[in-house]
């Protein structure tokens, strides 16, 4: 019995006789639909409390994952914050004499 799916050969006598493919059992692959709240749960019981489920259409996906991945973008606020300190730092220097 072949302990898992993948490619093998089959040799005699140090030349390559055939090419062999093994799959898993096809009722491994049974796409079976869950809700979120199952999936969560799943998730939770098996002790993986750090996968976030995301629920949203096939359009909006990318738009999804990537907010998951980027995060709220607070750049633009610190720039605006670091140069309205820089102009009270001129400010304070020339007039507070």
Excluded: H
């Amino acid at each position: 019995q072949v302990p898992e799916a993948g490619n093998y050969s089959l040799w005699n006598a140090g030349e390559q006789v055939k090419g062999l493919s093994f799959n898993y059992d096809r009722r491994e692959s049974v796409p079976e639909v869950l809700s979120p709240s199952e999936l969560e749960s799943m998730l939770l019981d098996a002790g993986l409390s750090n996968i976030q489920v995301v629920e949203t259409t096939e359009a909006g996906l990318g738009q999804a994952l990537e907010q998951a991945r980027l995060g709220l973008q607070l750049w633009k606020l610190f720039l605006i914050l670091a140069l309205a300190c820089l102009l009270a730092e001129v400010l304070l220097l020339r007039f507070w004499r």
